[in-house]
């Protein structure tokens, strides 16, 4: 999946918290980008395991770009943990087990990196607590 655009987003019909999350301009002109995306939505949409983001649905902005609403999870991401300094071993150990659990139960679309690669994306990440 190409580089996304999250927002903090208040959902005023259910007075929660949630995440938007978009494809740039550029990537949503892109009919494969969007069906990607949207597949994406889907899968995770399917999925119940507390170590993989709610997906709380897929909407529309009025000028036709598609976004995925999600829950919003506070805290900072792994990318956000790994610039402030060394990770103590049992932190590293407890997020790394995390991950594998969320990988563990999700199926593995085609896009979707396996092994070594999956986690070189620490920005998708959210660190524990």
Request: aromatic share 8%.
């Amino acid at each position: 999946m190409a580089w996304v655009w999250f927002y903090k987003a208040l959902d005023t019909k259910l007075e929660r918290t949630v995440a938007l999350k978009f494809l740039p301009p550029d990537l949503n002109a892109s009919e494969r980008e969007r069906e990607r995306f949207m597949k994406e939505a889907r899968t995770a949409s399917s999925l119940d395991h507390p170590n993989i983001g709610v997906i709380y649905g897929i909407e529309e902005t009025g000028d036709g770009r598609s976004f995925i609403v999600m829950a919003f999870y506070e805290g900072d991401s792994l990318a956000q943990r790994i610039r402030r300094g060394p990770i103590p071993i049992r932190e590293a150990v407890e997020i790394a087990i995390q991950m594998a659990q969320g990988l563990e139960a999700s199926p593995r679309p085609a896009h979707r990196p396996s092994g070594r690669e999956a986690f070189q994306r620490p920005a998708h990440a959210a660190g524990p607590g």
